[in-house]
């Protein structure tokens, strides 16, 4: 059976060799969380990236749909006022002959 002596001194080296793994851990802990915190940044950098890009597409797009309703307005206005007109002059054809004689 081993002394008192032996078991304490036994037990000492377990507890260095806890004590070099505890260190070993935190350091790892440490590096990781270094790693979440530069992911995280990269992470906000490139959705904010993201975020300037899509608002400059919506905001050319929306000038583009807005241009073509424009045009659209236009020429549904003219296409309906060219048939008015059309159709006026269609219903007074007789009288429009009068004034033309």
Request: proline residues 0%; aromatic residues 6%; negative net charge.
């Amino acid at each position: 059976m081993a002394t008192t002596a032996e078991r304490v001194s036994v037990l000492e080296t377990k507890l260095e060799n806890t004590n070099e793994k505890l260190d070993d851990i935190k350091f790892d802990v440490k590096e990781v969380h270094d790693c979440l915190d530069r992911t995280g940044e990269s992470l906000h950098a490139a959705l904010k990236e993201m975020t300037e890009d899509s608002a400059q597409a919506h905001a050319i797009l929306a000038e583009k749909i807005s241009n073509l309703e424009n045009f659209r307005k236009k020429w549904t206005y003219l296409i309906m006022g060219g048939l008015a007109a059309g159709g006026w002059l269609a219903g007074h054809t007789t009288a429009l002959g009068f004034f033309i004689k």
